[in-house]
Structures are given as structure tokens and as C-alpha cells.
């Protein structure tokens, strides 16, 4: 009884592992080559993977009934241009709707026409602007009415001049169609506002804080913004009356100027101008050629330029993320790099993908799409993880240098109180020294005082005056304020008259002035050009030979008054004719010569404040000459 219990429950078995494959067979007729796509169940979609047959022989000039009979083999290239024609049986068992939508990408293909039953056509495509086709939507839609129970012979004709991709191919109930595509657009339109939300934020931060990295990301996001509008299908959504020519300068520049932005944005953020100047040079000739790429959008020949880009921008990626990740290493607390680093891996790892997709037949040609679409979500994720760290560490800095800011105020103020005082203790026994002069002058009668005293009473009060004024005029430079500058008209002879009246020194040897066309009146500040031009006298008799006059020349010439000052001293060495001007910068030849190196900062201070120059240069015969230049007008 057992035996025959187990021989009846394996019987049972074995006829129910028939029944199940008598099941089968219809399914796997089904998926044989030719079979057609039977509409049965509750699916909402009917994928046609594997159901395509193509034609690839046509010049674009053959008509569908002409097709209809050619022979169609099941491979097709999985990305190419010209003119490509694909078949699809599909069958509309009783009971299901008649109205079925066919959709498929890639969203930028140009001309697309649909032969349904009885080979009526439905042009579609991106020469057609959006708001005249019978079904808009982000991919190409074509309304089919299908026969009950009767296999059905459908024709796809695919033309493009830049790039033919099939990607997404369904029969779709019409509702879950638009369904799909509401909550698709949604999603994508989301995703294009937040990246079009990120270029302008850090557009706009790049340019207020001249952030070269920053506005280089900038362009890059500005390009996937441009690429993902075409890819997605969103830019016919928005730009319906826009045709096929709007539809390629979109794909060229979200294409070829991702590639430029990206080689860009690398040599900003490495400064390859500064680390690696011959790199640097690379990067830019490569960014000029993708460029020049540009002015082939429009062109037949545009999908010749893809692949070398392609290539030239994943080499540069590649050399990118090498320099990176050596910076990295170098630099432990270098966490942009690193943030940076990361984010581009994923975008490499795509574009290679791509390429070797369209270089052999071994990887699938819809993995680096696939791959992108993700890459690009969490390239754009660290790349605004990378931005927010760099203005966190913008903020940082700025957060110091205002401390920094705020101590150096204090301390210069303090320096304002100091030099205040010391100012007041020159001043003071200087004013001493001027009114004990002028007592003397009036103690004395006229007639009993010797022309010489009162000759000498007369420098000493001058000296004074003069002293007085350079006191106030380096210290105001040592306060860091500006000297007070007071443009007004002035007569050039009347300053030379009064600086050589004041520098006359019966010790010293009188000065010789020389004038050619000196103009009649001149917009200056005489005080602030007498101090200079006596800073320059001081400095020729303090070097130049006892007993040799100073040589004074004014001219005028192209517009500007030139006042020169020449001595026969040792000279200015030519490596020190710049430094000379510095602030308490002494000559190698000013050994055992008394000095501060004030003076000639000053002359150099007062030229600029005129908008002038000043410069120092040597004389046939030894010696020097320094030639004081300011605009004859303001």
C-alpha cells in the first residue's frame, strides 16, 4: 500500500510539471524571434525589449511600404546616426482597449514617424515643435488603434543627424502614461530647479567674492542643467514652440561645455597657472579646441566631434583626479580636494563607461546612461557639500581677519596717541626756539643788528617753519592717514622762488636753476611739492660733494611738470634705483652718511598722491638725478 501511494503521489507530480510546461510554450513560442507582443493582463506597460527588429540599409529615402518588405535582423547599434527603421508585432487579445500609446526615447532625436496598422502615419520628433504634435510629452508619443485579436505589424523610422538611441520603448494604457510622465516631469523639473537654483546661488557668490573655483563650478553646473534639460525630455515641455535647432545647441552645450567646464574647474581648483604652468597651457588649448567644437552644432558632421571630446574631457578628469588625490595625500587637512575628488569620480566612471560603450559591443550601450543619471545626483550632492564647506571656511576667514582688523585698529590707534604726543614734544620746543628768535629781533634795535644776524635770525625762523612741516608731514605718514592734499592752482616759478629761498645756506653752495617751457599755472599743492622738492635738495647736498652746486631743472612736458634734482655724489646702484623710494631704505653707498631713509618715501608719496611718478636715474659724469613728475591738471 505504500509503494502504491508513493507511485500514485509521484504520478501526480509528474502530471502536474506537464500541465505547467503545456503552460509555458506559449510563452516561450512567444519569445521567440518574430512572435507578436501579446497586450494580455492588467500591466500597465508592455516593455518591447527584445521584440525590435531593425532595417539599417535605407539612405533615408525609402518609403515604409518599401521597408515592409525588406528583411529585418534582431541586432541593431545601440547608438548611431542616418536613418534607421525598427518592427514590432504586437497582438490586442479580446477584452483589452483599443487605444494604446507607444512612447519611447531618446527624447532629442529629430525626425521619428510611426507607421501603425495599415501603415497611417504619426510624425514625431524634435523638428517638430512641441505644441503641434497630437501627443506632447517629454518622449516621443505616438496614439495607436489596434485591431482585436489580429497580430499587427508596427514600424518605427528613426532620423537624426547627430545621435539615434532607443532607449525605453513601451506600449502604454493611456492613463498610466499620463500618470507616469506627470510624476517623471515632477521629478525631473525638481531636479533642473534645484540645479538651476545652485548655478545662480554660487554664480552669484563667485562673483562677490571673486572666487575663481566657484564660478568655474558655475559654468559645470550651468552645462548639466543644459544636458539634463535635453536628456530628460523637459526642455520641449518648456520651451514648446522650440524646434530641433534650440533642441542640439542645448545638447552641444550641455555636452561640449560640460567637458571645457570641467577641464576648467579642475584648473582652478588645483591653480594649475601657478603649480604647473605647462599643464595649465594643456588644459586651456584643450578647452579652446572643445569650444571650437561649438560652431559645429547645427552641422551633419557634429557626431564626429563626440567621441574625441568624449575622450579629451575623461583624459582630463583622469589627470584631474590623479593631481588631486597626490594634493590630498600632501595635504591632510585639504578636505575641498578631497570633497572635490569624490564628486568627480562618479562623473569619470560614467563618461568612460559611455565611451567604451560606443567603442565595443561587450558593455551594454544603456549602462552608462544608467550610470550618469545617478552620478550626476550624487556628483551635484557633493559638489554643493564641497561649496557650502568652502564658504564655511570663507566665513572662518572672514571671522579672523575682522579680529585681525579690530586688533590692528587698536594698535593704530595707539600708534595715532603716540605719535600725537610726539608730535606735540618736537613742536613744542621748536615753537620755543621761534619766539625766543623773534624776541631777540625785537630786543635789538634795527640799526645796531648786523645785516649778517638778521640774515641768520631770518633762516633760523625758516628752518623752523620748515622743520615744523616735515614733523607734521611724516607723521601723518606714520599715522597711516593720508597727507592733506589740496589741489589749487599754482604758479611753478613762484615754488621754484620760494623752495630756493629757503634752502639758501651760506654754508653750502648755492643752487642753479634751469627752466624750459615752464608752464604758467598748474593744479597742485605747493606745500606737499616744496616739502618733496626740499627733501630732494636735502638729499643731493647730504651726498653730493661740499662745495657743488645742486642742480635744479623744471620743464613742462606732455602734460606734466617735471621738477629734477641733480647732485654729483656716488650714485644709486641699478639693482637698488627701485628700492631707493622704499620706506627707511638706505643705499649699499650711504655708509657713515647720516640718514633716515624718510625723504625720498616722502618725495615718492607726495608724486603718487598727485597721480605722478618719480624715479631716480644716473648721470653722464657720476651722480644721480631724480626727476619728480605730477599732471599739469588734476
Known sequence: MTRQHGDRRWSGWLLRALAVLCLLLPGLAGASEGAPLVLAGDAASFPL??????YTGDDGSAAADEVADKPFSPGFPAITT?????????????????????AFGEPDMDDVRVYGPGLTET???????????????RLHVARL??????????????????KIRLEEAALWRPAALVHDEARRSALYGLHMGTLLVL?????????????????????????????????????????????????????????????????????????LRGTVPRLHRLFLAGIVLILLGLLLVLHPAFHFVVLPVQILSAAGGLVGM??????????????????????????????????????????????????????SILH???????????????????????????????TRQRLRTFFDMVAHEFKTPLAIIDSA??????????????????????????????????????????????LALRLLPMAPADLLERVVERNRDPDQADMEVTTIDLPERCIADAELLGIALDALIDNARRYGPAGQPVEITARGADGHLELVVADRGPGIAAAEAERIFEKYYRGSNATGIPGTGIGLHLVKAVAEMHGGRVSCRPRDGGGSEFALAVPVTA
Open 49 to 54: 525589449s527584445g521584440r525590435l527588429t531593425a
Open 82 to 102: 542616418g536613418t534607421i527603421w525598427l518592427r514590432f508585432q504586437v497582438m490586442r487579445p479580446s477584452g483589452q482597449p483599443a487605444e494604446w500609446l507607444l
Open 123 to 137: 510624425r514625431l520628433g524634435r523638428s517638430i515643435p512641441n505644441r503641434d504634435l497630437e501627443v506632447a510629452g
Open 145 to 162: 488603434i489596434l485591431p482585436e485579436a489580429q497580430p499587427v505589424t508596427i514600424l518605427l523610422r528613426l532620423s537624426s543627424q547627430h
Open 199 to 271: 548655478a545662480v546661488i554660487s554664480g552669484l557668490s563667485g562673483a562677490w567674492l571673486r572666487d575663481g573655483p566657484m564660478l568655474a563650478y558655475t559654468l559645470y553646473v550651468t552645462t548639466i542643467l543644459c544636458r539634463g534639460l535635453v536628456h530628460t525630455g523637459i526642455a520641449p515641455l518648456i520651451f514648446s514652440g522650440a524646434g530641433r535647432d534650440a533642441n542640439y545647441l542645448l545638447s552641444g552645450i550641455g555636452l561640449l561645455g560640460g567637458a571645457a567646464a570641467m577641464l576648467l574647474l579642475w584648473d582652478r581648483i588645483l591653480d
Open 322 to 375: 590623479a593631481l588631486a588625490a597626490g594634493r590630498a595625500l600632501r595635504r591632510r587637512g585639504d578636505v575641498v580636494t578631497r570633497i572635490y575628488l569624490l564628486a568627480f569620480l562618479p562623473v569619470v566612471i560614467a563618461w568612460i563607461v559611455e565611451l567604451a560603450a560606443r567603442m565595443t559591443a561587450q558593455i551594454p550601450p544603456d549602462l552608462g546612461r544608467s550610470i550618469d543619471v545617478g552620478a
Open 380 to 410: 551635484v550632492a557633493l559638489l554643493c557639500g564641497a561649496l557650502a564647506y568652502r564658504l564655511h571656511l570663507i566665513q572662518r576667514a572672514r571671522l579672523r581677519a575682522e579680529l585681525a582688523l579690530a586688533g590692528e585698529q587698536l
Open 437 to 482: 628768535v623773534q624776541v631777540v629781533e625785537l630786543e635789538l634795535s634795527p640799526g645796531r643788528v648786523r645785516p649778517v644776524v638778521s640774515e641768520r635770525f631770518i633762516a633760523i625762523r625758516r628752518a623752523v617753519r620748515r622743520l615744523v612741516k616735515l614733523i607734521e608731514a611724516c607723521l601723518a605718514g606714520e599715522r597711516d592717514m593720508a
